[in-house]
Nanobody
Framework: VQLQASGGGFVQPGGSLRLSCAATGGTFSRATIAWFRQAPGKEREFVAAIRSSRHTYYANNVQGRFTISRDNAQNTVFLQMNNLKAADTAVYYC???????????????????WGQGTQVTVSS
């Protein structure tokens, strides 16, 4: 499985970005896909995830501002990010796993496949 993340960029506070994560290989429709992010000097943190059932999960600090979705026909997951804040500045990574249990969905170490990351910078 290979993951390609894209869509990052520079945006002012209050602005929006849409990240994409395109997958090749594996059985995409049965996989759980998540977004994590890592700011300089900080640990990688969970942002959002979507299961094959399309159930979604969010970190508290992005709930209501970010929306994760998937298009199985395109083997792609999207992360719509609205009302961005300076604290959202980080490298965003997508991750995929085929056998993730629900209790592990927020744990980076449980995902087998990772994309290369895309930089998101929120600044005035």
């Amino acid at each position: 499985v290979q993951l390609q993340a894209s869509g990052g960029g520079f945006v002012q506070p209050g602005g929006s970005l849409r990240l994409s994560c395109a997958a090749t290989g594996g059985t995409f429709s049965r996989a759980t896909i998540a977004w994590f992010r890592q700011a300089p000097g900080k640990e990688r943190e969970f942002v959002a995830a979507i299961r094959s059932s399309r159930h979604t999960y969010y970190a508290n600090n992005v709930q209501g501002r970010f929306t994760i979705s998937r298009d199985n026909a395109q083997n792609t997951v999207f992360l719509q990010m609205n009302n961005l804040k300076a604290a959202d500045t980080a490298v965003y990574y997508c991750a995929l796993d085929h056998n993730l249990i629900l209790s592990s969905i927020r744990q980076a170490g449980e995902y087998d496949y990772w994309g290369q990351g895309t930089q998101v910078t929120v600044s005035s």
